[in-house]
């Protein structure tokens, strides 16, 4: 049996896989890459993720934490509530999503 995990928090990288998987038209997803180096931690961001992050990224969709050292984008960290509003609001706005 498969483990979707239903009643676990939902990460970042976890957030924009979906959304990608739901949103990215064709080709989109090859096109972006999964370079995240304009992210301070982008390095942190798992394999799989990588080029769903990236895909967020360019569509505005995750924009990373203002830090002294630059943008951080916390892929790993669970998205709060507030953060994951904002970016399914994004996503609407966008038409990512209908």
């Not at 370079?35 to 990588?50: I, K, Q, R, T």
């Not at 080029?51 to 892929?75: F, H, I, S, T």
């Not at 994951?84 to 999503?97: E, H, N, P, S, Y």
Request: no cysteine.
């Amino acid at each position: 049996a498969l483990d979707f995990a239903a009643d676990e928090p939902v990460t970042l990288e976890q957030l924009a896989t979906i959304l990608g998987r739901l949103g990215a038209a064709p080709g989109e997803l090859g096109a972006a890459g999964s370079d995240l180096s304009a992210f301070v931690d982008g390095a942190d961001a798992s394999e799989w993720s990588a080029p769903y992050l990236k895909w967020a990224a360019d569509k505005g969709l995750v924009e990373g934490y203002d830090e002294p050292a630059g943008k951080r984008l916390a892929p790993g960290e669970n998205a709060s509530r507030e953060r994951a509003a904002t970016v399914l609001m994004r996503a609407f706005d966008k038409g990512i999503l209908k």
